[in-house]
């Protein structure tokens, strides 16, 4: 089969021998490095980033920060916070209706966990970096006790301050590991939710 005018190899890929056919290592340099790999896919000269070298020449690699994964996940983190607020002002709301307390309204469980959450979500948490509390990410308490975020204030933070953010949220006494941990106190096997003895309803007749 004929492919064509051009010497054997020289149509089929970028790592081909054009005077021969047989395969050759896609070398390049990056940053004064010289890198050298038997696949025109490399994935070891850049952390993180996979290149796909399919021509000779040079080009510039510019590699950004992508801070909308961890603002969705910050934003998540709000969100549940809220939430919970939610549920937990529903109740320990007073009874207007004389139908009665929520059945929870009394739950020291219940009151223990909110007072623990609402500790971790505004307190300061100190660490090497320069951004200590919530409301130096643009998140803060409104005058429903629920947290609002100012949105231009955390891209801000997020795309100025990584390394400040790393070290406020990530390691073994990191913001997500506090709250991970708190929250498991509660809801794992063996937790608090699990351990607490069931009262079963109990009714006086008058």
């Known amino acids: 089969t004929k492919l ?28 004064g ?29 510019t590699v950004t920060d992508d801070n909308s994964s961890l ?15 939610d549920f937990f002002g529903a109740q320990t709301k007073q009874d207007t209706t004389g139908s009665g307390r929520p059945p929870l309204a009394s739950d020291p469980l219940l009151r223990s966990a909110n007072r623990q959450l609402r ?14 509390e919530l409301l130096d990410f643009g998140i803060a308490l409104d ?3 629920k ?14 301050k990584r390394g400040d953010v790393a070290a406020f949220f990530s390691g073994d006494s990191g913001f997500a590991k506090k709250i991970t941990d708190a929250i498991d106190g509660y809801t794992k096997a063996g937790g608090a939710i699990a351990a607490k003895p069931a009262h079963p309803h109990r009714s006086v007749a008058a």
């Not at 100012?150 to 795309?159: E, Y």
């Open 143 to 145: 005058q429903q006790g």
């Open 4 to 31: 064509g005018a051009g010497a054997a190899g020289a149509v089929l890929n970028l790592g081909t021998d054009a005077t021969n056919g047989a395969a050759k290592d896609t070398e390049f340099t990056y940053n």
């Open 33 to 61: 490095i010289a890198v050298k790999s038997s696949s025109t896919t490399v994935n070891e000269a850049i952390p993180g980033l996979t290149l796909s070298v399919l021509k000779t020449g040079s080009t510039s690699v």
């Open 119 to 132: 500790t971790f979500f505004l307190n300061s948490h100190a660490n090497s970096g320069g951004l200590d």
């Open 147 to 160: 947290l609002q975020i100012d949105d231009a204030k955390l891209d801000s933070v997020l795309s100025s």
């Open 71 to 85: 603002k969705t996940k910050i934003k998540a983190a709000v969100s549940a916070f809220n939430s919970f607020n």
